[in-house]
Nanobody, 124 residues
Framework: VQLQASGGGLVQAGGSLRLSCAASGRTFSSFFMGWFRQAPGKEREFVAAISGSGSSTSYTDSVKDRFTISRDNAKNTVYLQMNSLKPEDSAVYYC??????????????????WGKGTQVTVSS
């Protein structure tokens, strides 16, 4: 599985961005998809994940009610809609994929496939 994230940029606090991650392969719907982020000097952290069908989602507490993960299996794409952005959301955001669930994701690692990141910068 090859992953390509896009949609990052510079936005003012309170603004919105939508990240996209396009995946190669014909078995996209069989993969859990996740978004992670890493700020300078910090460890990579889990942001959100979604099941293959899209029926189940999970978020880290700091983004609940502000971020929404979704997927379009017909387009092999997963999205992260980010609203009410805060300066502390600034980071490189990575999308990742895994055919099986793992609790390691919540510690920022453990997915099998990773894309290159996209930078999100939120100015105050």
């Amino acid at each position: 599985v090859q992953l390509q994230a896009s949609g990052g940029g510079l936005v003012q606090a309170g603004g919105s961005l939508r990240l996209s991650c396009a995946a190669s392969g014909r078995t996209f719907s069989s993969f859990f998809m996740g978004w992670f982020r890493q700020a300078p000097g910090k460890e990579r952290e889990f942001v959100a994940a979604i099941s293959g069908s899209g029926s189940s989602t999970s978020y880290t507490d700091s983004v609940k009610d502000r971020f929404t993960i979704s997927r379009d299996n017909a387009k092999n794409t997963v999205y992260l809609q980010m609203n009410s952005l805060k300066p502390e959301d600034s980071a490189v955001y990575y999308c990742a994929a895994d055919p099986l669930f793992s609790s390691h994701w919540y510690r920022g690692y453990g997915m099998d496939y990773w894309g290159k990141g996209t930078q999100v910068t939120v100015s105050s």
